[in-house]
């Protein structure tokens, strides 16, 4: 099993959906969780931590469940410049490394 | 501009050649990352320093690559006798001990290595 499992998508969407992704990770040890966002050929940038009470930024909300394992990003109002790949993040107990899903491709169309 | 560098941001080698790829962190950040990451994968963990101790090391590591950091400042990472199969991206990362967000890493632009 991967230790960080996403759905790769593509999602087309769009111009204002409500579209949500969802990321399954392995380790119940792994502490620290994250959205990157990654364009087409270029590097991965953080988009937000995840935090165990669920957190909030603009239009994009994330949300953690530790019981089940699942971390789940939903993006209000899509632009057509949210089409990119989300990368779903975990830290690796014990280590310092960061382990990536495959990533979720969304397309945002007009 | 004050975030991580790369360079060089592209690589053409021949198999067999040795490259070396360079990586300047964001100055106030003592650690130091290096991930691969090939077409519709995400970035794979290579290495990471603290400060410059080489402390991480993963099995993708083989004999043939090798990472710096001598001053605790930029690193280097070197392939020798590179292989098609080296060809993806290298990353470069860097994070802060410091804060509540010392797990949040910073990226590169990254260098695309091309073996032929």
């Known amino acids: 099993r991967k230790e960080v499992e996403q759905d790769p998508g593509p999602f087309n969407v769009p111009e204002g959906a409500t579209v949500a992704f969802n990321c399954t990770y392995s380790n119940s040890a792994s502490q620290s969780f994250f959205w990157y966002r990654q364009d087409c050929r270029k590097e991965p940038k953080l988009l937000m931590s995840v935090y165990s009470s669920g957190n909030e930024d603009g239009r994009f909300t994330a949300q953690l469940n530790r019981a089940s394992q699942y971390i789940s990003l939903l993006i209000r109002d899509s632009k057509l410049s949210d089409s990119a790949t989300y990368l779903c993040v975990v830290n690796s107990p014990g280590f310092q490394k960061l382990v990536f899903g495959t990533g979720t491709r969304l397309l945002v169309s007009p | 501009d004050t975030g991580v560098s790369q360079d060089p941001r592209h690589k053409i080698t021949k198999r067999g050649q040795n490259v070396t790829f360079r990586c300047d962190p964001i100055s106030e950040h003592n650690r130091l990352y290096w991930y691969r990451q090939t077409l519709g994968q995400g970035p794979e963990f290579l290495t990471y320093?603290?400060?410059?101790?080489?402390?991480?090391k993963s099995r993708l590591l083989s004999d043939r690559f090798s990472a710096e950091r001598p001053k605790g400042s930029f690193s280097t990472l070197e392939i020798q006798r590179t292989e098609q199969g080296d060809s993806a991206m290298y990353l470069c990362a860097s994070s802060s001990t410091s804060g509540s967000g010392s797990y949040e890493q910073y990226f590169g632009p990254g260098t695309r290595l091309t073996v032929t």
């Open positions: 320093f603290q400060n410059e101790a080489q402390l991480e």
